[in-house]
């Protein structure tokens, strides 16, 4: 069975708890707007998983609110945004059978009830009972209702029935109307008009009872209703016109009073007698529950026995070790290094006298046959703006290779230098020819070409690259390249490898300019290389070395304890280009006894906090023992060991 619940903005978990109490569905929805009081409530929602859980319903968090489902689910309750079809169409369904109850104006809903008993007074045949058309609500409510107007020295001690016998026309729905929102918005207007027409109300009582008998006793507790706002009643069982004659008057004059005091009666405070002792309850179960299962505890701190230790050993870190030798004190070492460039051009500030020949490289073809041509050393070569370049070896150009009856020609390389000293002499590149084979066909078919200009041509005084030039550069490029090394280099150790001061080197490596010390030039670049070597080792591997060497001595009960911080290092030599390092480790750590935690637990269960001290006599492996207890009020440690929890202080 299913029930969906429409939640107010306003609605407190005890009225929601109280509908859950009230409804017999084992499925429940409550949909929430999003600016839902409860949804805020952490408190609250676990307070209603909790209730859910003992009543064995499943409650649903219906709510667009995101941050509202997140804290129906952190308080155990399942959340969505919407209802699901099926419930959805149920709710319709629900909807549309209480829209008398809830929907309907009040003046409309006046009107529907004097059209029903109109319509049943002019139906033949039927005789209109008021039980006909009384309102439809749950006898709880209906108890509280009439629980609010009872005074507890005022009963009718008559034991007759009081005037409620009587089925006057309450409404339908009016009381569900007045519960739902808790105010005294209900009109009597069309009670009151009924009761000033004499005539509807005598044919409304007479049209009860066709046959003199004794008419059935309604609720008592509607009696005391109309005791209370009337007074004493008598004759109740007389025939149906004696009974309504009675009843006329005891309530002429008194309509008024009757609804005032109606109103009055249905303003039923949120929290009544029953629904404070029903939570009042509920909190007492929740702390009792709570002092079962969380109180109380305890927290045992065991500080072992320990001694400090101070020794020092000797230690070869090689990186030509693989593993932790304990034999000969060796541990593995790691090299790291990491080279970096930087290249800048410089401005030459030297000069000098100069008488300088420009140079370069020529290639050599031959298109004129398949022989090949030696051409002998100082070979002249013509520029084709007449400048004279001379061969500095003996070359032999390969024969042309013939393809298809066609020559492809075949080359050769050479330096050369220009015949005369001179700027003028830098020339361009461009093609070449052989003087010596001028005036036969060799001429045109064997040439030269260059790709690049000629250069270092000059006479006069001119600026030269000097050695101050060189270190002054070196020096520039050294200031920024240095540092740069030193954060990439140190950014690539590992963490869990150990830096130690001096096994970190940088040096520069290589030094290079496009232009000679003494060569003439404007300009020059100079590139400077950097190497940085650094020499690593794992510190766990001195620990472990430390460990084995010291096993022996102090026994298997104990442990000896060092931590990465208490070992100090000494007397450090370093060779990088063998990648050894030898050091002397100072050893600052602690003999710890081992004890057993497990059995300490056990032993101390239901011991009493003042007694433990005397459990330390039999235990020379413990120094001392604190025990915590909670709460305050608490003396002796749980006898549940699920309750106490043990540690061991470092």
């Excluded at 129906?72 to 699901?84: F, I, T, Y």
């Excluded at 030269?448 to 550069?473: F, Y």
């Excluded at 472990?544 to 450090?572: A, H, M, R, S, W």
Aim: proline share 4%; charged share 30%.
């Amino acid at each position: 069975m299913v029930k969906i619940f429409n939640l107010k903005t306003e609605e407190e978990i005890t009225s929601v708890t109280e509908r859950l109490w009230e409804t017999a569905a084992d499925e429940v929805f409550l949909v929430a707007p999003d600016d839902s009081v409860l949804l805020r409530n952490i408190i609250g929602l676990k307070l209603l998983k909790r209730e859910a859980d003992r009543l064995g319903k499943e409650v649903t968090i219906v709510a667009q609110d995101e941050v509202g489902r997140e804290m129906a689910k952190r308080a155990g309750l399942a959340s969505r945004v919407s209802l699901p079809k099926k419930k959805r169409l149920a709710e319709e369904e629900l909807e549309e059978e209480e829209e008398t109850l809830k929907e309907v104006p009040m003046r409309k809903f006046e009107s529907m009830i004097e059209k029903e008993v109109n319509a049943r007074r002019q139906a033949p045949g039927h005789h209109l009972a008021m039980s006909d058309i009384r309102q439809k609500v749950a006898l709880s409510s209906e108890k509280r209702m009439m629980d609010s107007f009872r005074e507890p020295e005022e009963e009718n001690s008559s034991g007759q029935p009081s005037p409620d016998d009587l089925d006057f026309i309450e409404p339908e729905g009016m009381v569900e109307e007045v519960k739902s929102s808790w105010s005294d918005k209900f009109s009597f207007s069309r009670i009151k008009e009924d009761m000033d027409d004499e005539g509807a109300t005598t044919d409304l009582i007479s049209n009860e009872v066709k046959e003199e008998k004794d008419l059935p006793v309604v609720s008592h507790k509607r009696s005391l209703l109309v005791e209370k706002l009337f007074g004493p009643v008598k004759n109740w069982r007389l025939p149906v016109a004696d009974k309504r004659a009675d009843f006329k008057e005891a309530t002429r004059g008194r309509e008024n009073e009757f609804l005032a005091r109606c109103r009055k009666s249905l303003s039923v405070s949120f929290f009544s007698g029953k629904f404070l002792a029903i939570f009042s309850g509920a909190t007492i179960l929740t702390a009792a529950a709570v002092g079962y299962f969380v109180l109380p505890k305890a927290d045992i701190l065991i500080t072992p026995k320990a001694e400090a230790i101070d020794q020092s050993m000797n230690v070869l870190v090689d990186k030509s070790t693989g593993k932790i030798d304990s034999s000969q004190n060796k541990i593995p070492a790691q090299l790291l290094k990491l080279d970096k460039k930087e290249t800048r051009d410089f401005a030459t500030t030297g000069q000098r006298q100069v008488n300088e020949k420009a140079k370069g490289v020529m290639t050599i073809y031959n298109e004129y046959s398949s022989t090949p041509q030696s051409l002998v050393e100082k070979t002249r070569f013509v520029s084709e703006n007449g400048k004279v370049f001379r061969s500095t070896k003996t070359v032999t150009v390969p024969g042309a290779k013939i393809n298809e009856g066609k020559i492809v020609s075949s080359s050769i390389e050479v330096e050369v230098i220009a015949d005369q000293p001179g700027s003028e002499y830098n020339v361009e590149p461009g093609r070449f020819k052989i003087p010596g084979f001028q005036g036969t066909p060799k001429y045109d078919a064997f040439y030269g070409e260059t790709k690049v200009i000629m250069a270092g041509g000059a006479s006069g005084l001119m600026k030269v690259v000097s050695q101050e030039d060189i270190d002054k550069a070196k020096e520039i490029i050294w200031t920024t390249l240095q540092p740069a090394l030193d954060q990439e280099s140190k950014a690539q150790i590992p963490s869990n490898l150990k830096l130690l001061d001096g096994a970190f080197k940088i040096v520069q490596s290589q030094v290079s300019a496009n232009q000679a010390v003494g060569e003439p030039a404007e300009n020059f670049s100079l590139t400077v290389k950097g190497t940085a070597t650094v020499m690593l080792f794992d510190e766990n591997d001195i620990i472990e070395l430390i460990k084995k060497k010291f096993t022996v001595k102090i026994g298997d009960d104990k442990d000896l304890i060092i931590k990465p911080g208490q070992l100090d290092y000494q007397n450090l030599v370093i060779d990088m280009n063998r990648g050894q390092m030898n050091l002397e480790v100072k050893i600052n750590g602690q003999i710890v006894w081992r004890v057993n935690l497990n059995d300490i637990k056990q032993a101390l269960l239901g011991f009493r906090a003042d007694a433990v001290k005397a459990y330390l006599g039999n235990h020379p492996e413990v120094a001392e023992i604190k025990v915590g207890l909670w709460p305050f009020w608490v003396k002796s440690i749980p006898a549940n060991p699920v309750k106490v929890i043990i540690s061991v202080k470092e």
